[in-house]
């Protein structure tokens, strides 16, 4: 799990919005302005807008 102190200092890089942390199915980052899922790999978020998966609609 991500640490909450880090979680509040995180922006989106694209947009430097705040993100959204979801822990399931997987851990992982959303910005629902870019509509991108960074992915969080041993246990460091992927703050790469390359790096980023499009967000799938729910
Ligand atoms: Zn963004």
């Known amino acids: 799990m991500l640490d909450e102190r880090l ?3 995180l922006a ?3 947009c430097k919005g705040e993100l959204d942390y979801r822990t399931d199915p997987k851990e992982v ?3 629902h302005s870019c509509s991108l ?3 969080i790999r041993d246990d460091i978020p ?3 807008v390359e790096e ?3 967000l799938e609609k729910e």
Request: proline residues 11%.
């Open 29 to 31: 980052l959303i910005c």
């Open 46 to 48: 992927i703050m790469l």
């Open 7 to 9: 979680l509040g200092i």
């Open 12 to 14: 989106c890089p694209g």
């Open 52 to 54: 980023a998966k499009p």
């Open 37 to 39: 899922v960074y992915e």
